[in-house]
T-cell receptor, first 111, second 116 residues
């Protein structure tokens, strides 16, 4: 019940394409769903986050889509750029306590 | 310096060695965390300190011993580690654990540990 399942494990997208990473959870008590971005040699950094009172949040080229009934949320990267190549982690928590993390998706944007 | 700083960035140690990882945050935060990151696995939370008090210990073996002398500094003391402990150890901080904060964690760049 505490798991967050992330897919795919790796993803290759052409420059300018749309990158989509999906996460699913079981615990309906989760109320905070962030996405973190990690570049090689760096720690993860918060990219965008959503709470379950909205179905979508957009920040620039990055959008989180949230489906409460399906217990799924996804990250969409529009107009993907080589600089977006990184590992992306989804996570979930209850009231900002311990984050439960997905296993990560290694995204490669081909020029 | 700003943000979260971890030292050393790389560490190689034998199974009988004793070493320590250090983390320092300059963000004025009150919660600090140790995570273990292994390839293709979710980040594993090891320890949490909130206002210098340990609030989480996720069944971490006693060969890992944390220390939080103040809200700005966090140590992870390592003793008689196993090869399977080789991983990237990440330190993070947040304004506080839980409550009304945004929930954002600020990570350091990690200490890459290799146990021979």
């Amino acid at each position: 019940q505490q798991q967050v399942k992330q897919s795919p494990q790796s993803l290759i997208v052409q420059k300018g394409g749309i990158s989509i990473i999906n996460c699913a959870y079981e615990n309906t008590a989760f109320d905070y769903f962030p996405w973190y971005q990690q570049f090689p040699g760096k720690g993860p950094a918060l990219l965008i986050a959503i709470r379950p009172d909205v179905s979508e949040k957009k920040e620039g080229r990055f959008t989180i889509s949230f489906n409460k009934s399906a217990k799924q949320f996804s990250l969409h990267i529009m107009d993907s750029q080589p600089g977006d190549s990184a590992t992306y982690f989804c996570a979930a928590s209850i009231s900002n306590y311990q984050l439960i993390w997905g296993a990560g998706t290694k995204l490669i944007i081909k020029p | 310096e700003t943000g979260v700083t971890q030292t050393p960035r790389h560490l190689v140690m034998g199974m009988t060695n004793k070493k320590s990882l250090k983390c320092e945050q300059h963000l004025g935060h009150n919660a600090m965390y140790w995570y273990k990151q292994s390839a293709k696995k979710p980040l594993e939370l090891m320890f949490v300190y909130n206002f210098k008090e340990q609030t989480e210990n996720n069944s971490v073996p006693s060969r890992f011993s944390p220390e939080c002398p103040n809200s700005s500094h966090l140590f992870l003391h390592l003793h008689t580690l196993q090869p399977e402990d080789s991983a990237l150890y990440l330190c993070a901080s947040s304004p506080a654990q839980g409550g009304t904060n945004t929930g954002e964690l600020f990570f350091g760049e990690g200490s890459r540990l290799t146990v021979l």
